[in-house]
T-cell receptor, first 113, second 115 residues
Framework: GENVEQHPSTLSVQEGDSAVIKCTYSDSASNYFPWYKQELGKRPQLIIDIRSNVGEKKDQRIAVTLNKTAKHFSLHITETQPEDSAVYFC????????????FGTGTLLAVQP | SAVISQKPSRDICQRGTSLTIQCQVDSQVTMMFWYRQQPGQSLTLIAT?????????ESGFVIDKFPISRPNLTFSTLTVSNMSPEDSSIYLCSGVGQANTGELFFGEGSRLTVL
C-alpha cells in the first residue's frame, strides 16, 4: 500500500521568511496530493492540492510542486506570518479509485514574530 | 463543501467498555472514512465506511475491535470495543463530497480517554 514520508518534523522560521515542507510517496498510481493544516485542537483543513497532471500550483502565498518521476511533492509558504503556525500534513491518494488519503507524519511549523 | 458533525466530542471511558461515535454529514458524501489521531501524531486510516455493507479495514485494524456501520449516505458510526488505555486517541470521521474533487472534509473529532 501507499506510504508517505514527510520532513522536517519541526520547522521554525522568522516572520516573513519562506518555509518548505517535503514529502515522498511510494505508490506510483497515486494521482492526488493535498496538503492539510491543523491548528491546535482543530480539525485538519485543506489548504491546497495538486493532481498528477500538473507540476505546480499556486494560491497566494502558498504553492505546491510535484515531481512524479521522483515521487515527491513539496509545500512552499512565502512571507510567513504568525497565523501560519500549525501542523501541516501532506497526503496522497488514488482519486477515482479508493480515494482514501494516506497522510504523512506531519510538520510542526512555528513562525516567530 | 460538506459539514461533518461528530458526537461525543470527548469522553472518559473505563477499561473494558465500548463506546460508539456517531458521525452525521449535512449533505451526501460519496465516501466516508474513519481516522485515528493519537496525541501529537499523524492521521491513521482505520477503515472506509461502505454504505449498506461491511467496512473495508486497513492493516492493523479489525472489525471485532472497531465495528463500523453506514446505513445511509449521510450517517456512520464507529465503535471502539473492549477499550484499553492504548485506545486513548482522537477519532475523526471524514467524507469526500459529492463533487468528488478528492477533497476530504473532517469532523471535529471525538477525543477518547481510557482509564
Amino acid at each position: 500500500g501507499e506510504n508517505v514520508e514527510q520532513h522536517p518534523s519541526t520547522l521554525s522560521v522568522q516572520e516573513g521568511d519562506s518555509a518548505v515542507i517535503k514529502c515522498t510517496y511510494s505508490d506510483s498510481a497515486s494521482n492526488y496530493f493535498p496538503w492539510y493544516k491543523q491548528e491546535l485542537g482543530k480539525r485538519p483543513q485543506l489548504i491546497i492540492d495538486i493532481r498528477s497532471n500538473v507540476g505546480e500550483k499556486k494560491d497566494q502565498r502558498i504553492a505546491v510542486t510535484l515531481n512524479k518521476t521522483a515521487k515527491h511533492f513539496s509545500l512552499h509558504i512565502t512571507e510567513t506570518q504568525p497565523e501560519d503556525s500549525a501542523v501541516y500534513f501532506c497526503a496522497a491518494s488514488i482519486r477515482g479509485a479508493t480515494n482514501k488519503l494516506i497522510f504523512g507524519t506531519g510538520t510542526l511549523l512555528a513562525v516567530q514574530p | 463543501s460538506a459539514v461533518i458533525s461528530q458526537k461525543p466530542s470527548r469522553d472518559i471511558c473505563q477499561r473494558g467498555t465500548s463506546l460508539t461515535i456517531q458521525c452525521q454529514v449535512d449533505s451526501q458524501v460519496t465516501m466516508m472514512f474513519w481516522y485515528r489521531q493519537q496525541p501529537g501524531q499523524s492521521l491513521t486510516l482505520i477503515a472506509t465506511a461502505n454504505q449498506g455493507s461491511e467496512a473495508t479495514y486497513e492493516s492493523g485494524f479489525v472489525i471485532d475491535k472497531f465495528p463500523i456501520s453506514r446505513p445511509n449516505l449521510t450517517f456512520s458510526t464507529l465503535t471502539v470495543s473492549n477499550m484499553s488505555p492504548e485506545d486513548s486517541s482522537i477519532y475523526l470521521c471524514s467524507g469526500v463530497g459529492q463533487a468528488n474533487t478528492g477533497e476530504l472534509f473532517f469532523g471535529e473529532g471525538s477525543r477518547l480517554t481510557v482509564l
